[in-house]
């Protein structure tokens, strides 16, 4: 896992991630990842598939560092990476960094409809704190989950 800001394949590396992006998600859904992650705060951060001397793409996140408190925009795992725990680590690190840094809470909003991303929060430890009707479109709704972080001293 890496950031993806500083490495020498960063333009080859997003255009896969946006492509990936468009792929995965619905059209209304779907982030400008490369305009994302210009934002002040925000982080790319993507896992690497072994593909030999190609650099390609198995997962990325997006999150945004706001005081104490980080928001998760997007955890995509590519379709033939998929059940390997690649979203597990990614969150996991992204968990352990922010304790360190002192961060309170981990959030997110998911599609109550995607069972395979809500068991995976929940195994995490996130809880649902809001149930928003029709958050992603007409009867589809949306849960928002908050992870409290603790001190690790």
């Known amino acids: 896992m890496l950031p993806i800001r500083g490495c020498p394949w960063d333009l080859e590396l997003m255009d896969q991630v946006q492509k990936a992006e468009r792929k995965t998600f619905p059209k209304g859904e779907s982030l400008d990842i490369k305009q994302e992650s210009r934002k002040a705060n925000t982080e790319l951060m993507v896992v690497l598939a072994d593909a030999g001397p190609k650099k390609s793409i198995a997962a990325y996140m997006l999150y945004a560092r706001l005081h104490k408190i980080t928001l998760v925009h997007k955890v995509c795992v590519l ?61 589809r709704n949306g849960l928002q989950m908050v992870l409290h972080l603790t001190s690790t001293s």
Do not use: H, M
Request: net charge negative; glycine share 8%.
């Open 79 to 139: 379709e033939d990476y998929r059940r390997q725990g690649l979203a597990r680590n990614l969150l996991l690190r992204l968990k352990d960094s922010l304790q360190c840094q002192g961060c309170e809470r981990l959030q997110l909003w998911v599609d109550e409809a995607r069972l395979p991303a809500r068991t995976l929060y929940d195994s995490l430890g996130f809880e649902v704190v809001i149930r928003a009707e029709d958050y992603y479109g007409q009867g």
